[in-house]
């Protein structure tokens, strides 16, 4: 993310046109999004009172910031407003890093909420000297590595929390989220996560946290638990449609668990996991090696969701769904993680665009977020051809392709790099602390 100083952000004000939408004030200066080269604008960045960091990559997010002698125009509309306007899909950013400021041009662009993770922050923490000061405190002070890490991340999230209350506020509830994981230690712990749920909602303290627990299998009840508590949650690493199922089994038993006359409150989204599934079964596709076989590479992944989709049209609605609908109770929305392309052959809003339908999340890192700004189409697609998902799906089963061998697979891969991560970042932090202490003698 780039680094913004004296920016000013426009206020979310109500639509009456489209319901939780959002306008923006028209305000000097004035902030746009520019994915373009730093070359072509590095003159008006000089005259400007921005400064900007372009430190991750080529074609990385550039902001661009009007002089302030600016005419007062509106904020510049991206495909993202009409993601969610036209389309129905929240778009939201899957990174997070300080200065949390430089979420702000982000937000000014569409973008609706945030995910992090274990990876995430390993890489934000161990990369950058904006946690230093606080860490150094936290040593002093006598914190352990752990802590201090915790302490570090909750930080981050609040202040996350903080720039998306507006929008939160403007729909109710409905959108606005900061997603921030348990110890993915905890993964085959089902008491262990319940309880770190409950502490990490309790520490963070904001009514727009959503606190990530994995879909593995001894975490499915901990959903449940954590659910009739009235603690919002974003269940993470669903790679298989049986699996989807039964996460959405655990939010409706949760929510009829918790004796609230109100459950409106309680809200929670299910990130399945996309361009991994096509990592895994294109591998085992290239091993048959038949033409049928080669011709199916890149269609795995976007199928399965289009299924889940209907899984999840099926699920919510009914006789049980609509009694829980009478206390106020919400749609678990769908949404889409793992939306970077990782073969460079296939498009770069693979996993993006075919998937766009109305109560969605489409969670997006720098590669996507920017491709599909440059160049999505807004379009509802995520249903537009069931019969093919269908077709795709069976010819995979049919040509030996076992998917609950690619959930399992891919759930344990998904948990072992997160385990690696976490593992990472503390080795990291302590031999900071220990050159801290070092300094200090």
Known sequence: ??????????????????????????????????????????????????????????????????????NGSQIQRTTLHDLYEQGGQSPWYDNLCRPVTDLLPLIASGVR??????????????????????????????????????????????????????????????????????????????????????????????PNVYIKIPATAPCIPSIKEVISLGISVNVTLIFSISRYEAVIDAYLDGLEASGLSDLSRVTSVASFFVSRVDTLIDKLLEKIGTPEALDLRGKAAVAQAALAYQLYQRKFSGPR???????????????????????????????????????????????????????????????????????????????????????????LEGVDSFKKSFDSLLDSLQEKANSLKLVSL
């Open 1 to 70: 993310m780039a680094s913004i100083s004296k920016l000013v952000i426009p206020s979310p004000v109500s639509s009456s046109s489209v319901s939780g939408s959002l306008k923006f004030r028209p305000l000097q200066p004035k902030c746009l999004i520019d994915f373009h080269s730093r070359d072509v604008f590095n003159a008006r960045v000089s005259s400007s009172r921005l400064s900007v960091r372009n430190d991750v990559g080529r074609g990385s997010l550039i902001v661009r910031c009007s002089q302030l002698e600016g």
């Open 113 to 206: 909420g945030v995910t992090s993770n274990p990876a995430i922050f390993q890489k934000a923490i161990s990369s950058s000297n904006a946690y230093n000061d606080q860490f150094r405190e936290l040593v002093q002070a006598g914190k352990d590595i752990e802590s201090a890490y915790w302490e570090l991340v909750v930080k981050d999230i609040q202040d996350a929390c903080k720039l998306f209350e507006p929008i939160y506020d403007e729909t109710d509830g409905g959108d606005g989220y900061v997603s921030v994981e348990v110890s993915p230690k905890l993964a085959d712990d089902t008491v262990g996560t319940i309880e770190a749920a409950k502490w990490l909602h309790k520490v963070v303290n904001r």
């Open 321 to 411: 769904w609509e009694a829980l609908v009478k206390k106020g109770a919400k749609k678990q929305r769908l949404l889409w993680a793992s939306t970077s392309v990782k073969n460079p052959a296939y498009p770069d809003t693979l996993y993006v665009s075919p998937l766009v339908g109305p109560d969605t999340v489409s969670t997006m890192p720098d590669q996507a977020l920017q491709a599909f700004i440059d160049h999505g189409i807004v379009s509802r697609t995520i249903d537009s051809n069931v019969s093919e998902a269908e077709g795709i799906y069976s010819a995979l089963e049919k040509l030996g392709i076992d998917w609950g061998y690619v959930g399992s697979q891919l759930e």
